[in-house]
């Protein structure tokens, strides 16, 4: 599996252990009424708890197998309660955040990092939505250009 398939899997079924909500492993499969989702990238229409996560490569050392990922958490609350959807994102944070020392398939976890948080207000059904950021490095796979242990060794 990829590197960025490996995260993506290994943080949703993280959340799903930690009650945060549920990762079915299948966008097709709708999510019941009353549910937390944990999907990829998209917000889905329902339900509306919801839990989007985005990965993306940011950086890359040149000289050791180092890479920094950008991982976005969208949560998405209850409509007209604005308290639920920070209460989601406070239940992400606490899942995720100091995280150390774990693999996710042949991914490698170094540590995760909190990278900020944003209100995006409600969206039309006034359900409130937040953005929230982290940093996520990863000690990958080696290769010729960069060696394990790095290209000092």
Known sequence: MATTEDL???FA???QTASVGIYNGDPRVPYAD???A???AKLPAGPDRAVALRLMRTNADVVS???TYLMQALTRGLPNDA???S???DAVVGALLGLTEVWFGAT???QVRFAGSVDLDADESERGQWSTKFLVDVDEAPTILRPEGGAWD
Do not use: C, K, Q, Y
Request: a neutral charge; proline letters at 4%.
């Open 87 to 89: 209460n989601l994102t």
């Open 65 to 67: 197998p180092l890479t």
């Open 108 to 110: 490698h976890v170094l």
């Open 83 to 85: 308290a639920d959807a």
């Open 13 to 15: 079924g993280l959340l």
């Open 8 to 10: 993506f899997t290994g």
């Open 34 to 36: 009353g549910s937390t």
């Open 38 to 40: 944990i999907v990829r």
